[in-house]
């Protein structure tokens, strides 16, 4: 116990710790912003103290990175994560050199897989929620509006079917199906 630890204060001073001994109150000054002398606890409080700003100054930082999240339209989807994943895998999966690589690593394997499958799903089902799933019949039918767009501005027939066969082209390389236009 060193003396700049403990100071013996008045009576009546408001800092004079809370804590009691056998002859009655303490007679030492309280740890700043505690009730107690570091001899009865004040030490820890105050250390309690200092944790709770410090969780506290942590917790705001988090919600204000939280809101920017929340608040940014293009995080609505989870396509980035799915990315991330797939590439966390595939590196993973480079650093395998032989059979036993897989073996050991065939636990991480299985959770990075696991994960993108979740991920996916999760992918779908916001999109279709959203409206933003576009179904072979919805594109089979964007395309014949559009085709009949062009039909009315270009007036030769050969160029209106070539236009028509390379929508139906491409929505069907997009899915890697048949377009039945």
């Known amino acids: ?10 009576e009546d001073d408001p ?13 030492y000054r309280a740890v700043p912003e505690t009730d107690y002398c570091k001899m009865h606890g004040g030490g820890a409080a105050k250390s309690r103290l200092v944790k709770q700003e410090q969780r506290k100054y942590k917790l705001a930082v988090w919600q204000d990175r939280v809101n920017e999240f929340a608040d940014d339209t293009d995080l609505k989807s989870v396509n980035d994560e799915i990315g991330i994943l797939r590439m966390t895998l595939e590196g993973v999966l480079n650093a395998c050199k032989t059979n036993q690589d897989l073996l050991l690593y065939a636990p991480k394997i299985s959770d990075l897989v696991a994960k993108v499958e979740k991920l996916v799903v999760t992918c779908h089902k916001l999109e ?5 799933t576009l179904t072979k019949a919805a594109a089979a039918a964007l395309a014949v509006q559009i085709v009949d767009i062009v039909d009315k501005h270009v007036k030769d027939p050969d ?6 066969e390379e929508i139906g082209s491409a ?4 899915k ?3 377009f039945d236009g």
């Open 128 to 132: 279709a929620a959203a409206g933003i």
């Open 171 to 174: 929505i069907a390389n997009a």
């Open 15 to 27: 800092t004079r710790c809370k804590g009691t001994t056998a002859q009655g109150q303490c007679k």
């Open 159 to 164: 160029a209106v079917a070539a236009i028509a």
């Open 1 to 10: 116990m060193t003396a700049g630890q403990f100071e013996v204060v008045a």
């Open 176 to 178: 890697g199906e048949e």
